[in-house]
Every structure is written in structure tokens, then in C-alpha cells.
């Protein structure tokens, strides 16, 4: 697969993994000692000495080895939707490119053999060096570093541009339809309702099922038109605080490009602010911190503030149709995504009613 093979129609959404896609991930089994030391046989590392599980994400596991020439990372791909041998293959290329150009991403180990990807048990492994440095949520970020990290998201998107294929624009893209937005909404909150044994959260489900409809109603007017959209080139696909290593006030490895694709580049530059920017509670956005981080993007990426204002009314949209957390819960029969619902779904109220300060923290 090329760069150019992995099209804007096929990617799914920005939001989520694939909701329809059966429950694997770090749902699979864990990989075991030996197969960790088979797979490490492959690369020129030395004998493998520990391995320990690192925080586990939604779609792959991850393992901090210890060998005798230091600490790697490997990672085993997992989810059927992002772990394809060419797919890897893409994302390694691009990865290691911009590791070329100086960017802090950190590029895929060649095997013996040259790939970057090598296979044991039907599953997909690729080394990293390991990146010394910490997760660091927004509310932690001084007002320099906000625009420090929107500035690097500009330079990433700007070197994407320079190592990937030519984007051709597309004229057009749909966005969410309310009228299945709502049916969903109806579906899920019959499932919550049957849920057995039924929890507080099925509770919290249920009311926020219907909160969501009566939105959909009140708003199914400002549906973005299919082409009201801002310029697509390639994007992360996943820019969140997981993904980001800091070492003080520097980003000193943006991690896990397993989502890489097309898509409009400011939408991603206002969902990731949503995610890194949030209130861990109450989802709401610390809009000054926001605008740092804009501001930053803008100046850098020279983006204009009619692509910001398109941005943020479609991410805005897709939230307030976007339900792939209950997906996991009432249809998949998998809660991996359950903590992240609460303080989601209220962000997407308060969004509601914050519309317009949230829309000037991205374009003043």
C-alpha cells in the first residue's frame, strides 16, 4: 500500500476506533515472554533481560523491553482496522521521514532483514527506542507551551505534506446525518435500558441519550454543508496528551501514528485541542489555554480563522452525532471506552451552549 492507497472514504472516524469492528485491541491476549524474546531475535538488540506491559491504549499493546543494549519499545498490532502489514509499512516510512527532518518522532527499528515489521503468531511487531519523558494533560502546560505544542502540529502537518503524496482536495465531504444520529440514540438507550445488571452508568447513558437527542432536534438545522471544509493534507490522526512524551517544557516524542490519513488538517488541530484542553470531569474546555494553542497552530501553520471557524463547526457536528463509546459498551459487549464517556458527553452539552466562546478561542 502507498501513501496515496490510503484515501479519505476509507478512514474511519476521527473520534473513535471503528465502532462496528469486533472487540480486540488490548482485549487480546497479552503476548507472551517467549514470543516477546522471538520476536526481539529479529532486530540486533541483544538478549532480552525484562518486559513490562506499558499503559495500555484502545487499539494495540505496547511492552518496555529491557535488553543487553538498553530499553526499547515494542508494540504489537493488533486492531484489524490500523494493523495491516502494508498499513504498518506506510506509517513507518512516514514516521521515520519526519524523524529525518528533526521533528520528535521517534522512527521504527529495521530488522535483520530491513522491514521495520516482523510477524510471530498471526501478529504484526515493530521496535522503537524508548523515549525518556511523561504525559502531561493541558491544565499542566504554561500559556508558551499551549502555543509551543499548536506550533508543532502546524510543523507537523506542514512536513506530512513534504513526505507524503500529493493531496488531491476533495471537493466535497458529508458530514453526520441527524436522522440517523437520532436513530442511533433511540437504538442505544433501548440497550441501556435492557442492560442487565443495570449500573449507574446505564443511568447516565440513558439520560444522556436523550439529552442528546432533544440537542440533534434543536440543531439538525446546522448541518455543515458537504462542502463547507477546510484544506485536507495528512494528518497524525490521533494528536491527544497519550500520544505526547514531554521532557519539561518541550514535546520530545509524538507517538502511535497508526491513524495516519487524509483529512482536513484543522479538524484535527481542534479535536486534538478538545482532548489535551478538557476539564478530566466536566469536559469543558479551558478556552485560554485554547487560544494560546490556536494562536500558535495559526501562526505557523498560516491557517486563516474562516479555516478554523470551518473546523470547529464540523468537529462540533460529529460530536453531537458521535456516539462510538456506547457503541463499545451496548453493541461490541466491550467497556474499554467507558471512563472516557462521562466527562465526553458532557463536553458535547457544554459545547452547545458555549458555542461561541469556543469558536473565538480558535480564530482571535
Not at 521532557?247 to 516524542?253: D, Q, S
Not at 501562526?299 to 463499545?328: I, K, P
Not at 462521562?342 to 480564530?363: G, H, S
Amino acid at each position: 500500500m502507498t501513501y496515496r492507497e490510503i484515501v479519505l472514504a476509507d478512514a474511519p472516524p476521527l473520534d473513535g476506533p471503528d465502532a462496528a469492528a469486533p472487540p480486540v485491541g488490548t482485549l487480546s491476549p497479552p503476548v507472551p515472554r517467549q514470543v516477546i524474546a522471538r520476536v526481539l531475535r529479529d532486530f540486533r538488540v541483544g538478549r532480552l533481560l525484562a518486559a513490562e506491559p506499558v499503559a495500555e491504549g484502545l487499539l494495540n499493546r505496547g511492552y518496555r523491553v529491557t535488553t543487553d543494549s538498553g530499553r526499547y519499545f515494542l508494540k504489537c498490532y493488533v486492531e484489524p482496522a490500523t494493523a495491516t502489514s502494508a498499513a504498518i509499512t506506510a506509517q513507518h516510512r512516514a514516521s521515520g521521514a519526519l524523524a529525518e527532518l528533526g521533528l520528535p518522532v521517534p522512527p521504527p527499528l529495521a530488522a535483520r532483514d530491513g522491514r521495520t515489521v516482523t510477524d510471530h503468531q498471526d501478529r504484526h511487531f515493530a521496535l522503537y527506542p524508548w523515549v525518556a519523558g511523561r504525559h502531561r494533560t493541558g491544565a499542566e502546560l504554561t500559556p508558551t507551551a499551549c502555543g509551543a505544542l499548536g506550533a508543532l502540529l502546524a510543523e507537523l502537518h506542514g512536513a506530512l505534506a513534504r513526505v507524503c503524496a500529493p493531496v488531491t482536495q476533495p471537493v466535497a465531504l458529508p458530514s453526520a446525518d441527524p436522522d440517523a444520529g437520532l436513530e442511533l440514540a433511540a437504538r442505544l438507550a433501548e440497550l441501556a435500558a435492557r442492560r442487565r445488571p443495570y449500573h449507574a452508568f446505564d443511568r447516565l447513558a440513558e439520560y444522556r441519550l436523550a439529552e442528546r437527542a432533544d440537542l440533534l432536534g434543536a440543531h439538525r438545522h446546522r448541518r455543515p454543508a458537504p462542502t463547507a471544509i477546510a484544506p485536507s493534507g495528512w494528518v497524525h490522526g490521533d494528536f491527544h496528551g497519550l500520544n505526547l512524551l514531554h521532557r519539561g517544557e518541550r514535546v520530545v516524542a509524538v507517538l502511535d501514528w497508526d491513524r495516519l490519513r487524509v483529512r482536513p488538517r484543522a479538524e484535527e488541530t481542534v479535536r486534538a485541542a478538545t482532548l489535551i484542553f478538557n476539564d478530566p470531569a466536566t469536559g469543558e474546555l479551558d478556552l485560554a489555554r485554547v487560544r494560546h494553542y490556536a494562536r500558535g497552530y495559526r501562526a505557523t501553520a498560516g491557517a486563516g480563522a474562516e479555516e478554523l471557524a470551518l473546523a470547529v463547526h464540523r468537529v462540533w457536528w460529529e460530536r453531537l452525532n458521535d456516539f462510538w463509546m456506547l457503541q463499545w459498551r451496548y453493541q461490541r459487549a466491550d467497556p474499554r471506552a467507558d471512563p472516557l464517556f462521562p466527562a465526553a458527553a458532557a463536553q458535547t452539552v457544554w459545547w452547545c451552549q458555549e458555542y461561541e466562546q469556543v469558536l473565538d478561542a480558535f480564530v482571535n
